[in-house]
């Protein structure tokens, strides 16, 4: 059964995906010759990282529940912002302690993927 969505999560959810393509695409011809290997592979994580983590909000705003759903979709969206924002920013030659936001973002994932789970528990459990 398919669940309704405010416009404001499914925008959410269509900004995560089309910017990861966007970012993908850009990465791959515009950047291509610009960055060197490690800031091209950077580059890569980046968007790899962005595009499951779209596609786990789809999950979220779909599936989740409750407050665990609602945490589960911001704990998404923060990730991609703090985890592959800082990583998109270290590629294109941001500061190195720009490197220190990336594990927060990577923390915001894991509290996403918890809070996901404990969403989709049954009433019973």
Same mark, same amino acid.
């Given at each position: ?19 990861a ?8 011809h ?21 595009? %499951? ?14 407050r ?7 704990s998404?969206?923060i990730?991609i912002v ?10 294109? $030659?941001?500061?190195? %302690? ?13 509290? $996403? ?13």
């Amino acid at each position: 059964m398919r669940q309704n969505v405010s416009a404001r999560a499914g925008l959410l959810v269509g900004l995560a995906g089309a910017s990861a393509v966007l970012l993908g695409a850009f990465g791959a011809h515009a950047l291509r010759g610009v960055l060197d290997a490690p800031h091209s592979e950077l580059w890569h994580t980046a968007v790899n990282y962005h595009v %499951w983590h779209a596609l786990a909000l789809v999950l979220a705003v779909g599936l989740g529940r409750g407050r665990s759903g609602r945490v589960a979709t911001a704990s998404f969206a923060i990730g991609i912002v703090l985890f592959s924002g800082s990583l998109y920013a270290l590629a294109l $030659g941001a500061p190195r %302690w720009c490197g220190v936001i990336t594990p927060f973002g990577g923390l915001a994932f894991m509290v $996403g993927w918890i809070a996901l789970g404990l969403s989709l528990r049954s009433p019973a459990d």
